[in-house]
């Protein structure tokens, strides 16, 4: 491998790993702002904070993963347990943009992977603890799949336009029609501004493909958990639509081979 490359991996798993230590304070603190807990919080203000002691962290142990492993997992004052989730998703960050670096063909298009990636991992993440979707996350990443198939990176500008309006609209009288049935909602909003996410990356043929990804995932994830005996719970589907949005997009070409559907 020339050197230029590896320069150019090594680069991208840095800003990869700092784009996560962000994302770890999006993931803690989005929940808490969009359920109004408390009005003082925002992204940036206050510094990051041990959640047991509150004492500020030094700059040195918010270096991504190294500064875990300096402290080896424990906060440097209370000496409490820090939750692994902090390190795996600042690694997580890392080797999508390594991902994204070396897969991609363009600066751009690898730039839309690796952003894309970060967006639906932290609102995978947001989605399976809290059971939210926040606008905050959502929407960027609507209009960005827009913006970049106006140089139809990914699908031609006006499926990905039809993609966005039947994404929404596909899940939410899917919502309506199983509520007139059961009286319960069976999704919320966010997963239907989800949907839209999908179609605006990927154009509308390949909408059902996705959903039968996701629908797939979260049965084997609710069958799954039957079988080690956990606590059933109304499993979000967000999570599961990141994941088969995210694989469709890598892995199109072949699953075009594979079944050969138009809308791949
Ligand atoms: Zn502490």
Redesign the pocket.
């Known amino acids: 491998m020339p050197h230029s490359e590896i320069f150019w991996l090594c680069t991208a798993f840095l800003v990869g790993t700092a784009v996560g230590s962000l994302l770890n304070v999006v993931v803690f603190r989005l929940p808490v702002m969009v359920r109004g807990e408390n009005p003082e919080l925002t992204l940036w203000s206050p510094r990051s904070r041990?959640p047991?002691?509150h004492?500020t962290i030094r700059l040195l142990h918010l270096i991504p993963i190294f500064g875990y492993l300096t402290l080896r997992g424990r906060?440097a004052?209370?000496n409490?347990p820090i939750s692994l989730q902090y390190p795996l998703l600042e690694l997580t960050a890392g080797l999508l943009a390594v991902g994204a670096a070396a897969s991609a063909d363009s600066l751009p298009q690898a730039g839309a992977y690796a952003i894309l990636g970060w967006g639906l991992l932290a609102l995978a993440l947001i989605d399976w603890q809290t059971q939210l979707l926040p606008d905050l996350l959502v929407y960027p990443l609507l209009w960005l799949g827009l913006l970049v198939n106006t140089y139809e990176l990914f699908a031609p500008l006006h499926e990905a336009v039809i993609g966005a309006v039947a994404g929404y609209l596909s899940l939410w009288l899917l919502n309506h029609l199983f509520y007139s049935f059961r009286k319960e909602a069976g999704m919320g909003y966010g997963d239907f501004k989800m949907f839209a996410v999908c179609g605006a990356w990927l154009g509308w043929m390949i909408l059902p493909w996705v959903a039968l990804g996701a629908s797939i995932l979260t049965l084997l994830l609710w069958l799954s958990r039957r079988a080690w005996g956990r606590a059933q719970r109304t499993l979000p589907f967000g999570p599961a639509l990141a994941l088969s949005l995210f694989g469709f997009l890598i892995w199109r070409d072949s699953a075009r081979s594979l079944v050969g559907w138009p809308g791949l």
């Open positions: 041990c047991h002691c004492r906060c004052f209370c409490v």
